[in-house]
């Protein structure tokens, strides 16, 4: 709840607000995990799961500290999601040729992403009015150029 209070905010009221309410709820979660170890057994796989995380403690607090770190890297994995689901259909490009097009044509989805514009939206409207363009104003289609009014709806 904390951060998704705090999401998007600038840093340094990200880092207050860590400071204020997450950096004790840390402390109080370590001092809990270190009187749970004393009533494990040392051979324990749950005492195995404590230790682990309390040698990488320093690390977990980290974020309290500085406001520009995420507490979890779940943006980043969604924005590889793409390559890892990609991954087995660029085995069928057929060639370098094609694999080349499937670069160009993730590289201009990317682009789009980017600039804050659905894709799929802005494809639509490049297919559908290509054909008539003169072929020295091809620019006025880069996603940057594209605004939501020039999408056509279905």
């Known amino acids: 709840m904390i951060e998704a209070a705090i999401r998007g905010q600038p840093p340094d009221q990200r880092r207050a607000a860590r400071q204020a309410q997450?950096?004790?709820?840390?402390?109080?979660?370590?001092?809990?995990?270190?009187?749970?170890?004393?009533?494990?057994?040392?051979?324990?796989?749950?005492?195995?799961?404590?230790?682990?995380?309390?040698?990488?403690?320093?690390?977990?607090k980290r974020y309290c500290d500085d406001g520009c770190i995420e507490i979890d890297n779940s943006a980043a994995e969604r924005s590889l999601r793409g390559v890892a689901i990609g991954r087995r259909n660029y085995l069928f490009a057929g060639a370098d040729s094609g694999g080349e097009r499937a670069a160009a044509v993730y590289s201009l989805i990317g682009t789009a992403k980017l600039n804050g514009i659905d894709p799929e939206a802005w494809l639509r409207h490049v297919l559908t009015h290509i054909a008539n363009h003169p072929v020295n104003q091809v620019h006025d289609f880069l996603p940057w150029d594209f605004t939501s009014t020039m999408a056509i709806t279905r």
């Not at 995990?33 to 690390?59: F, G, V």
């Open 22 to 60: 997450s950096l004790a709820l840390i402390d109080d979660f370590e001092f809990w995990l270190r009187a749970t170890l004393l009533r494990l057994s040392r051979k324990s796989d749950t005492t195995a799961a404590i230790m682990y995380s309390l040698n990488l403690w320093p690390a977990l």
